[in-house]
């Protein structure tokens, strides 16, 4: 059982948007910053989101991230096929210098 | 390019060590820190260590307190992680990853499968 919740599932069809979130505490995500990333089936995960809701370089516009206190959510829009895959939240505990992954959003694209 | 390439996986009894490593090319590897992120089969994502750029600082996981030791070796650009008294539990795929003060985990290996089975 991971500190960080996340639904085990999303879904959605092409072109909808979809808010996957992810739940902490006070000794973590409403402490530190809030990163996502992505896992498409058979590839390493990728980095989607960092300190909250800044995207690197080469990530779409279509994923978005926020925080509000203990809570964090990674936003998809105009939904495509191609981001089927696991979702993931991460953070640091504390600043005690250990990090935590939620437990993973599997997300279907209908 | 930022390239990390593990090895040293495979088939190990319980109780038996592993070494497993990790090449890194493309980027400074003295300036940055590490990690090593792991993930069972069927399974999420699991923080297992850290180490600092200069490896004077380490963190681990509960799961892999006293029985994992992570390393790294800069002139020649190479992670390690040492693992002891391995059990079923570590049975996974063993990522390295890069992080730094902002964007941590921006750049992951393949990963290396590590069987943990009698």
């Known amino acids: 059982q991971s500190v960080l919740t996340q639904p085990p599932s999303a879904s959605g069809t092409p072109g909808q948007r979809v808010t996957i979130f992810c739940s902490g505490s006070s000794s973590n995500i409403g402490t530190d910053y809030a990163y996502w990333y992505q896992q498409l089936p058979g590839t390493a995960p990728k980095l989607l989101i960092f300190r909250n809701d800044q995207r690197p370089s080469g990530v779409s516009d279509r994923f978005s991230g926020s925080k509000s206190g203990t809570s964090a959510s990674l936003a998809i829009s105009g939904l495509r096929v191609e981001d089927e895959g696991d979702y993931y939240c991460?953070?640091?505990?504390?600043?005690?210098?250990?990090?935590?992954f939620g437990g993973g959003t599997k997300l279907t694209v209908l | 390019q930022v390239q990390l390439v593990e090895s040293g996986g495979g088939v190990v009894q319980p109780g038996r060590s592993l070494r497993l490593s990790c090449a890194a090319s493309g980027f400074i590897f003295s300036d940055y820190a590490m990690h090593w992120v792991r993930q069972a089969p069927g399974k999420g994502l699991e923080w297992v260590t850290v180490i600092s750029h200069d490896g004077k600082n380490k963190n681990y996981g509960d799961s892999v307190k006293g029985r994992f030791t992570i390393s790294r070796d800069n002139p020649k650009n190479t992670l390690f992680l040492q693992m002891n008294s391995l059990t079923t539990e570590d049975t996974a795929l063993y990522y390295c990853?890069?992080?730094?003060?902002?964007?941590?985990?921006?750049?992951w290996g393949q990963g290396v499968l590590v069987t943990v089975s009698s």
């Open positions: 990853t890069r992080g730094t003060a902002v964007r941590w985990f921006d750049y």
């Open positions: 991460a953070t640091r505990n504390n600043n005690l210098n250990t990090w935590v």
